[in-house]
């Protein structure tokens, strides 16, 4: 396991070096983006309107953070289930993201947008909210605060720590151990 | 009769949400270090240390151990010699709920409609389970239920011929299909029999055995065992990224069924296993 430094926003170039399996620290900024989100995105995106961040090169991070208690910038924040935002990713990698954190496998639809858009996915260690908090130094508040903990946050990281779950050339963490396992094997 | 003030409840429940999602018990935390001990994976060792850094932290500064401190489910167990006086139960129950997640900078995870999607606000209503039993004690719990394993879950009505290799067949499809997105380790509560409402309460409370202790009953006991290695035997691991360590505990609760029905429920839950209680 090889660690990389990644600082946003990500160029292409940057991302080739990465492998399924390897470990990176991210320094920048990671935008967070859960359900309503996405679907708002998407909506925006089909319409032809602007988003309220610039999608060129960014990194989202499907986080819903807890609130931060006072002398903090924010409370836990570890990464969400990837899955659900599925269906609306392959419009927003065409419309320039870069990377996603999250936990779990993505969706073959996913898996060829990302080929195409030239993206990665990262994995984060999902229920380590307390611990990743530390790497958040900034916390600011973009768009739709009716969303509560599902608004958009900017969150300015400091060696946010993730696994490459998916690469450039389509290697994907979770298929390869799938394979390895009883479930790959007997197709239960 | 004994008299109890609903508002007793009320802070009861305030003080269960403020340890329950920051403290991850003792028999979770020790269940976590054994199976770093037994781990072989390099990725999933690194995952569990990860998992316990994140714990101790979490003890120690006071934060939520995940940032999804769920959907606040309540067991209270009744006595029905005990009269609840001072205003009405559920409210209470609620207004704890409220209080605990304000005070504790506990995430509102909760959305009061399905489908039209609003959050609550306050992270209210709770599930509220109530079971009336002999005497005169009250005995609450709180289960703060993150979405990512409660989505995992899954009800089945199998046929009686089906028999243990169905149920055990069932159990071992869904954590395939679906063990990766909820956060391995993971804690298995399985619920066989009963209907199809009370079966997936069965697998509820199954959740709430302390790890490592077995049914009494010898056969269930068994079944659990051989079910926990067939679910370490899978190749899951730590976070769906591989190893050995795919479940924590498996616990088997059993019920009387209809002579035409197999039911059976699992109810995943993450390494995040918070869950704590009172005796009032
Ligand atoms: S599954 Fe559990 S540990 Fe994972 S994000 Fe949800 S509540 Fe947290």
Redesign the interface.
């Given at each position: 396991?090889k660690a990389f430094s990644l600082h946003t926003p990500l160029a292409e170039s940057d991302l080739l070096p990465l492998q399924a399996?390897d470990q990176v620290l991210l320094t920048g900024r990671l935008y967070t983006a859960r359900d309503?989100v996405h679907q708002r995105l998407a909506a925006l995106l089909a319409k032809g309107l602007s988003p309220p961040f610039p999608l060129e090169g960014s990194v989202l991070y499907y986080?819903?953070?807890?609130?931060?208690?006072p002398g903090r910038v924010i409370?836990?924040?570890?990464p969400?289930?990837?899955?659900r935002m599925d269906p609306y990713t392959p419009a927003l990698l065409a419309a320039g993201v870069r990377a996603t954190i999250g936990?779990?496998?993505r969706s073959p639809a996913v898996h060829q947008a990302m080929a195409q858009y030239r993206a990665i996915y990262l994995?984060a260690?999902?229920?380590?909210?307390?611990?990743?908090?530390?790497t958040i130094t900034e916390v600011l508040l973009v768009a739709y605060p009716e969303?509560?903990?599902?608004a958009i946050y900017r969150l300015q990281v400091v060696d946010f720590?993730a696994?490459v779950?998916i690469d450039l050339a389509g290697r994907d963490?979770?298929r390869e151990?799938?394979q390895?396992?009883?479930?790959g094997g007997t197709g239960? | 009769m004994r008299e109890v003030a609903v508002s007793l409840l009320r802070d009861a429940v305030r003080d269960l949400c403020l340890e329950a999602n920051v403290v991850i018990p003792d028999d979770t935390l020790q269940a976590l270090e054994r199976a770093l001990i037994e781990e072989t994976s390099l990725r999933g060792r690194s995952i569990l240390e990860e998992i316990l850094a994140n714990d101790r932290r979490a003890r120690e500064c006071r934060l939520p151990a995940c940032q999804d401190t769920g959907l606040a489910i309540v067991f209270l167990e009744l006595g029905q010699d005990v009269s609840l006086v001072g205003g009405d139960l559920c409210q209470a129950i609620n207004e704890g709920v409220r209080q605990g997640y304000r005070r504790g900078y506990l995430r509102n995870s909760v959305s009061v409609d399905p489908l039209r999607r609003a959050n609550s606000g306050d992270n209210t209503p709770a599930v509220l389970h109530l079971e009336v039993i002999p005497g005169d004690s009250l005995r609450l719990v709180l289960l703060p239920k993150g979405g990512g394993a409660e989505n995992a879950s899954a009800l089945s009505m199998l046929t009686p011929a089906s028999g243990w290799e169905g149920v055990r067949r069932f159990v071992l499809e869904q954590v395939c299909r679906v063990g990766p997105s909820a956060c391995p380790p993971l804690v298995l509560g399985v619920g066989v029999g009963g209907s199809f409402g009370s079966c997936a309460l069965l697998a509820k409370k199954a959740l709430l055995r302390p790890l490592g202790r077995s049914h009494p009953d010898p056969q269930v006991a068994a079944w659990e065992d051989e079910l926990k290695t067939a679910v370490n035997n899978l190749g899951i691991g730590p976070m769906g990224l591989g190893g050995h360590t795919t479940a924590l505990s498996v616990a088997i609760e059993v019920a009387p069924c209809h002579i035409a029905s197999l039911p059976v429920a699992v109810n995943l839950n993450c390494h995040s296993h918070r869950h704590r209680s009172v005796t009032l």
């Open positions: 396991m399996g309503t986080c819903g953070p807890s609130p931060a208690p409370g836990s924040a570890g969400t289930t990837a899955g936990k779990g496998p994995a260690t999902g229920g380590t909210g307390a611990l990743l908090a530390q969303l509560g903990p599902e720590p696994i779950a963490l979770y151990v799938r390895l396992t009883v479930c239960c | -």
